[in-house]
């Protein structure tokens, strides 16, 4: 049963830092892209940052290039986002996904991110 599990989520001030965590199980981790998404309430679900499967690319949505940092360990099968100078605009629920071309997609459940003062 493939599995994703989201830690690190929590309540921090503006200019802060939160360091995001997710574990893979289940499944041939370093076959797979790994990715960030966040969903802010009324919001749609959207795409924040990926990682290739063996670490070489990285990939960023505009409003987070220079803040944020995704990286992944193939052999403890986790990937991180590190989270530095966190706006209130940040704020979210934010989810890990595990994603192999267009068929194999996974999900973990969440953690959620509060930046405020």
């Known amino acids: 049963q493939e599995h994703l599990v989201e830690s690190g989520g929590g309540l921090v001030r503006p200019g802060g830092s939160l360091r995001l965590s997710c574990a893979g199980s289940g499944f041939t981790f370093s076959n797979f892209f790994m990715k960030w998404f966040r969903q802010a309430p009324g919001k749609e679900r959207e795409w924040v940052a990926s990682?290739?499967?063996?670490?070489?690319?990285?990939y960023y949505t505009n409003s987070v290039k220079g803040r944020f940092t995704i990286s992944r360990n193939n052999a403890e099968n986790t990937v991180d986002l590190q989270m530095n100078s966190l706006k209130p605009e940040d704020t979210a629920v934010y989810y890990c996904?595990?994603?192999?071309?267009?068929?194999?997609?996974?999900w973990g459940q969440g953690t959620q991110v509060t930046v405020s003062s």
């Open positions: 996904n595990a994603q192999r071309g267009s068929r194999e997609s996974y």
């Open positions: 990682i290739s499967p063996l670490n070489r690319d990285t």
